[in-house]
């Protein structure tokens, strides 16, 4: 987040990944409290028809199946703003799907 900041970039978040980081209780109010406290510079992406079919495009190009349903729409969120960095746990399936795509850095979070 300080990056995007630093930068002046938005980060998008497609709405689908919300649905696979609320699991109850705790997390739920973190994820809400981060959300709330970066609102002005995160922006939710909704899948319509238009985000849907380059998430197809997404899973086609990288040869990929509707297991990496969700990551393929962070992967179309950054194809849609015309490139980006990815920041994820899963370097590699991300990797994979975002290979048709030059523009598009995968950068690995730490783990803790």
């Known amino acids: 987040m300080a990056a995007a900041e630093r930068l002046g970039h ?3 978040v497609p709405t689908v990944i919300l ?12 994820i809400d409290a981060l959300l709330s406290r970066e609102e002005e510079g995160v922006m939710l992406r909704d899948t ?4 849907a079919r380059l998430v197809g495009a ?14 393929a729409h962070v992967v179309a969120a950054a194809v849609e703003v015309g490139g980006g960095v990815v920041v994820t746990g899963d370097p590699a399936d991300m ?4 290979s048709a795509y030059r523009n ?5 979070l730490p783990s803790r």
Not at 60 to 69: N, Q
Not at 104 to 108: H, L, N, R, S
């Open 104 to 108: 598009i850095v995968i950068e690995t």
């Open 10 to 12: 938005d980060v998008v």
């Open 19 to 30: 649905a696979e980081l609320y699991r109850g209780g705790g997390r739920n109010q973190l």
């Open 48 to 51: 319509d028809r238009a985000f």
């Open 95 to 98: 990797s994979q799907l975002s």
């Open 58 to 71: 997404v899973l086609s190009a990288s040869g990929s199946g509707s297991e990496h349903l969700a990551d």
